[in-house]
């Protein structure tokens, strides 16, 4: 009675401790893919602080095309190490440039990560500016160029940063002034002349023989005023010619 409830016992126990292992490799394994899956979830495709590459490479170089390989990819996570290096000043290396959702015709997602903390993803602005500012040797290590080797989101460097020579509300201010000034420069030579006018009242003088043509100018603007204008004018057309 005893023997046969150790044995049992025995095998209970045996049982508890496969299943407990079952268990625990269970859950080991689960631990792993969840981590596994963390990992991967730093790169995922439409990743808010990801971007995407496009290469044609084909296109770009024909019969002297490359084959898009684990090289190749390397020397894309490298030379983007090394824009990052430059931009933000940290010790980025290859393995903080993580690339996923790699496609046979070579499109790829990738983030960055900070070397401070690796679970922590560079901002999709700091890695934006990072592309655009090493665009050409970006480029030139893949002998691709804008329209062969595409960030997606990121404008291409002719456009970015084209600035006109005289920018638009420069063009309108300057018009805008220039009015202004002009306005000035007429309200200050009329109230000269509406003074010289003044002055001339007292002493009036003899008219000469440009009467005619003035009264002729300013004959729109009404017969009640155009001695008076006819004054002016003269004296004007006199100060002038002096
Ligand atoms: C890294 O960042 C994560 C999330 O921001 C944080 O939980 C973790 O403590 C950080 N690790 C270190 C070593 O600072």
Not at 34 to 48: I, R
Request: net charge negative; with cysteine.
């Amino acid at each position: 009675m005893l023997r046969f409830s150790l044995s049992e016992l025995l095998q209970l126990l045996k049982n508890f401790c496969f299943s407990f292992s079952g268990k625990m490799l269970e859950k080991i394994l689960i631990l792993l893919c969840l981590t596994s899956a963390a990992a991967g979830q730093l790169c995922k495709p439409d990743a808010s602080d990801g971007y995407k590459v496009r290469l044609s490479i084909k296109t770009a170089l024909g019969d002297q095309a490359y084959l898009w390989d684990e090289k190749e990819m390397f020397l894309f996570r490298s030379t983007m190490a090394y824009a990052m290096r430059g931009q933000l000043n940290q010790q980025f290396d290859v393995s903080n440039i993580i690339v996923c959702e790699e496609t046979a015709r070579v499109s790829f997602w990738f983030v960055v990560t900070s070397p401070l903390n690796t679970s922590n993803l560079v901002d999709k602005k700091s890695v934006e500016e990072a592309v655009r500012k090493h665009r050409n040797r970006i480029n030139s290590a893949f002998l691709l160029t804008d329209e062969t080797l595409e960030f997606e989101g990121i404008p291409r460097t002719l456009e970015a940063p084209f600035t006109p020579d005289t920018p638009p509300w420069l063009i309108v201010f300057g018009v805008v002034m220039g009015a202004v000034v002009a306005g000035i420069i007429v309200f200050i030579g009329f109230s000269v002349v509406q003074k010289k006018r003044k002055k001339n009242k007292k002493t009036p003088e003899d008219e000469d023989s440009e009467e005619e043509e003035s009264r002729g100018k300013t004959m729109e603007n009404g017969a009640a005023n155009e001695g008076v204008y006819n004054m002016s004018f003269t004296d004007e057309e006199r100060f002038t010619r002096i």
